[in-house]
């Protein structure tokens, strides 16, 4: 039995043998590796990383920009436009669902199942409401030639004054 010790900086990636770690930050990194590796990302030491940073606590909502501080934060050195490539390239896999607020403002949820949101206009941040919590009447009818494949809601909130 070889017995292997995964520290925060150090990438090691095995090939068969990932159920010999057992470090809860090593089991972290194993769980990432394997959700990589089963929608046929490579897990390159950028996507691990930030992989990592993304998926090990609960469903977060995150900018490019606040995902690139956190990096620097982690001694991560990956550039802002790698981070926003590798949020795309999450996305474009389906571990990642972005949530477009407006023209300049993209957010990432790492839960990926059908939710609306509430953007909380003060502090911009997205809280989610669950999909059942939403209930539509009525839609138009699509362009010809078209169907409708999901519909987003953001409910955009601010701080009542008391
Ligand atoms: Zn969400």
Redesign the pocket.
Known sequence: MVSSRISENFVYIPENDTHMVTMSGARTYTAVLERLRRVGLRPTRQRLALAKLLFSGE?R?VTAEALHKEALANQICVSLATVYNTLHQFTDAGIL?E?VVDAARSYF?T?TRH?H?FYREDDQK?V?IPDDHVVLKKLPSPPAGTSISQVDIVVRIHPTST
């Open positions: 469903d909502h669902r949530v949820d839960n939710h949101h997205l989610d």
